[in-house]
């Protein structure tokens, strides 16, 4: 047998909606299924990523839209692509539908960061966790609020939600693959067990 084409799942979602706890899980599930992974992260862990992450105080506008995506470029040609090439499940906690949500938040208009992320390669999958407002709210908090894309009221925590839903209509019209997922107050580990199915799906369509 040969090896199994890789491909980029990328989980979006609103704040404190699990999406890293998720991620690990369907890692975790993946493997056990015999499956090669890769569990990684945007901003990554790179210097130009931990610069970002660490720095959504300092850098504002265009300049921390700019910061994340080189880092996602970074990311993408020198942990991701080779991770795929080898047959790999990527499953990245956040990739393109956070910057289509959040930068127009903090003032750079969705059209700049579309021509931003041009060249990037999209996700093979995008799945979006769609939360209960208050118990995501409640959650960051608990959490720490560490960026101050962050907050506690659950207002604007459905709003984000709201953002994330016209999103992944936006990727779906751009030929994307991207499939809104309803968490409402269910368990990580029921959320990642349903993930996996859909993930196993689309790796059997694309065979």
Same mark, same amino acid.
């Given at each position: 047998?040969? /090896?199994?084409?890789?491909? =980029? =799942?990328?989980? #979006? ?6 999406? $890293? ?35 959504? $105080? ?20 020198? /942990? ?26 903090? $003032? ?18 995008? =799945? ?18 560490? $960026? ?16 994330? #839903?016209? /999103?992944? #209509? ?26 996996? #199915? ?10």
């Amino acid at each position: 047998m040969g /090896v199994r084409s890789g491909f =980029v =799942v990328a989980l #979006e979602g609103q704040s404190g909606v699990g999406k $890293s706890t998720v991620a690990r899980l369907v890692c975790d599930r993946l493997q056990r299924l015999g499956r090669q992974t890769l569990l990684t992260r945007t901003p990554s862990t790179s210097k130009i990523g931990t610069l970002a992450r660490g720095g959504t $105080s300092d850098f504002r506008g265009l300049e921390l839209t700019l910061l994340v995506a080189a880092d996602r470029y970074h990311h993408e040609r020198t /942990v991701v692509r080779p991770a795929i090439a080898h047959g790999a499940i990527v499953v990245c906690d956040r990739y393109l539908a956070s910057s289509l949500v959040l930068d127009p938040y903090d $003032s750079v208009a969705l059209d700049q960061v579309r021509a931003i992320y041009k060249g990037l390669p999209p996700a093979g999958l995008t =799945v979006v966790l769609l939360g209960d407002p208050e118990v995501c709210a409640a959650r960051a908090t608990a959490r720490g609020l560490y $960026s101050r894309f962050h907050t506690p009221d659950s207002r604007a925590n459905d709003r984000e939600r709201a953002a994330y #839903e016209a /999103v992944v #209509e936006d990727l779906r019209r751009s030929g994307c693959t991207a499939i809104a997922h309803e968490v409402g107050r269910a368990e990580a580990a029921a959320v990642a067990d349903d993930l996996v #199915e859909l993930i196993l799906e689309h790796e059997e369509r694309g065979r």
